[in-house]
């Protein structure tokens, strides 16, 4: 599979560079390792050597600088199991070419995961990479001081935002885990119980009000985590500047979707997304002999010349009040596979496109 995406990707190329939004490793790896006969103390020396053979291959394959976020399933403890300042992090830092020329990154990565470099093209714009595993609700490693590198972190990107603002700078914010709810975990849990969210609650607080401060020079933030074709969009329903967050489809299956990955093409000048398109592999109409194809574009698809803030902003209100634009969208949100979202669990879904906290999501998932 992963030759096989790699594959196809070059076939769309040439690229500027490549955005990964983490989990290099297979869900339930350390597990998968002991049941296969690995020994769990030999497992983080398998974990990393999986990872870089991971990074490595898509720098190679693809020759542009590739900036990858880490995700839950990539450490050498296990699922969630970020451990700041590790051999695993030192390995990666030694290996990711985007980090060669850059001691300063180089470092912040070796340190807990995390990094910013500029574009690699545009001026006056930067790329932040964040390591937002620190900030989930299932991660719960402190320093061996009992320090909290989550803290540490959010401390470290309020400075680079403050830092761009002064110079004038546009940010790209690159992360696995995205801010606000878990749309898929909040319905299954039902009506009765409290929503769920991504991230710890002081985490969530703290950053939304760096994008409430900061969201005029962020042009964009990309996500994974959840395998879907999804978008957030900070700042749709309040004064401040709206904050896309584009959450890219998985090329792992595991979790019902077929298997994905998308281009985006943007202004040489202003950096500005002007286009987005996939392209995928479905699995149940191709036979012994699957073939990637284009899923959709999302100009033709939705009706959009461009992806702005405020044409995704209008594009959540479509799909929460229009059932025709709700249908397109749940038709690609599981890359042309069955869909979750159904006649009656939408709203979960919706209204996790605009509503970060707990009590203003729970108020719209249930006005319905």
Same mark, same amino acid.
């Given at each position: 599979?992963?030759?096989?995406?790699?594959? +196809?990707?070059?076939?769309?190329? /040439?690229?500027?560079?490549?955005?990964?939004?983490?989990?290099?490793?297979?869900? #339930?790896?350390?597990?998968?390792?002991?049941?296969?006969?690995?020994?769990?103390?030999?497992? &983080?020396?398998?974990?990393?050597?999986?990872?870089?053979?991971?990074?490595?291959?898509?720098? %190679?394959? $693809?020759?542009?600088?590739?900036?990858?976020?880490? #995700?839950?399933?990539?450490? +050498?403890?296990?699922? @969630?199991? *970020?451990?700041?300042?590790?051999? !695993?992090?030192?390995?990666?830092?030694?290996?990711?070419?985007?980090?060669?020329?850059?001691?300063?990154?180089?470092?912040?990565?070796?340190?807990?995961? !995390?990094?910013?470099? &500029?574009?690699?093209?545009?001026?006056?714009?930067?790329?932040?990479? $964040?390591?937002?595993?620190?900030?989930?609700?299932?991660?719960?490693?402190? =320093?061996?001081?009992?320090?909290?590198?989550?803290?540490?972190?959010?401390?470290?990107?309020?400075?680079?935002?403050?830092?761009?603002?002064? $110079?004038?700078?546009?940010?790209?914010?690159?992360?696995?885990?995205?801010?606000?709810?878990?749309?898929?975990?909040?319905?299954?849990?039902?009506?009765?119980?409290?929503?769920?969210?991504?991230?710890?609650?002081?985490?969530?607080?703290?950053? $939304?009000?760096? *994008?409430?401060? @900061?969201?005029?020079?962020?042009?964009?933030?990309?996500?994974?985590?959840?395998?879907?074709?999804? !978008?957030?969009?900070?700042?749709?329903? =309040?004064?401040?500047? /709206?904050?896309?967050?584009? *959450?890219?489809? +998985?090329?792992?299956?595991?979790? #019902?979707?077929? /298997?994905?990955?998308?281009?985006?093409?943007?202004?040489?000048?202003?950096?500005?997304?002007?286009?987005?398109?996939?392209?995928?592999?479905?699995?149940?109409?191709?036979?012994?002999? &699957?073939?990637?194809?284009?899923? @959709?574009?999302? &100009?033709?698809?939705? =009706?959009?010349?461009?992806?702005?803030? *405020?044409?995704?902003?209008?594009?959540?209100? =479509?799909?929460?009040?229009?059932?025709?634009?709700?249908?397109?969208?749940?038709?690609? @949100?599981?890359?042309?596979?069955?869909?979750?979202?159904?006649? %009656?669990?939408? /709203?979960?879904?919706?209204?996790?496109?605009?509503?970060?906290?707990?009590?203003?999501?729970?108020?719209?998932?249930?006005?319905?």
């Amino acid at each position: 599979m992963l030759k096989s995406a790699l594959s +196809a990707a070059v076939a769309q190329g /040439p690229f500027d560079f490549v955005i990964g939004s983490g989990d290099y490793l297979r869900h #339930g790896f350390q597990s998968a390792f002991v049941k296969a006969g690995g020994s769990l103390n030999d497992f &983080p020396a398998f974990a990393t050597k999986t990872a870089l053979f991971v990074i490595n291959t898509e720098q %190679t394959t $693809l020759g542009v600088p590739v900036y990858a976020a880490l #995700g839950n399933n990539d450490s +050498a403890s296990g699922d @969630y199991g *970020m451990d700041p300042g590790s051999a !695993f992090l030192a390995t990666l830092a030694n290996s990711l070419q985007v980090l060669a020329n850059d001691p300063r990154a180089a470092a912040d990565f070796r340190t807990a995961g !995390f990094y910013e470099l &500029p574009h690699p093209t545009l001026p006056v714009k930067e790329i932040v990479v $964040l390591n937002t595993v620190l900030w989930s609700r299932f991660y719960s490693i402190l =320093g061996s001081d009992g320090s909290d590198p989550g803290a540490a972190e959010i401390q470290w990107l309020t400075w680079k935002l403050y830092e761009a603002k002064t $110079l004038t700078h546009k940010i790209i914010l690159v992360m696995h885990i995205p801010p606000g709810i878990d749309a898929y975990t909040s319905w299954r849990r039902g009506d009765c119980e409290p929503p769920i969210q991504f991230w710890q609650d002081r985490y969530s607080i703290q950053f $939304l009000e760096l *994008m409430r401060k @900061y969201g005029d020079i962020v042009q964009i933030a990309f996500a994974g985590h959840t395998h879907m074709d999804d !978008f957030r969009v900070f700042g749709a329903t =309040g004064n401040a500047s /709206p904050v896309v967050f584009r *959450m890219t489809p +998985a090329i792992s299956p595991i979790f #019902g979707n077929n /298997p994905a990955f998308s281009v985006l093409n943007y202004d040489g000048h202003s950096g500005d997304i002007s286009d987005i398109t996939t392209y995928y592999l479905n699995l149940a109409n191709s036979g012994n002999n &699957p073939q990637w194809a284009l899923e @959709y574009r999302f &100009p033709s698809a939705y =009706g959009y010349s461009s992806l702005t803030a *405020m044409n995704l902003v209008a594009l959540a209100a =479509g799909i929460h009040d229009d059932p025709k634009v709700r249908q397109v969208f749940a038709g690609y @949100y599981s890359v042309s596979a069955p869909s979750p979202i159904t006649l %009656t669990n939408w /709203p979960f879904y919706s209204c996790a496109q605009t509503r970060f906290m707990s009590a203003d999501y729970r108020s719209c998932a249930h006005s319905r």
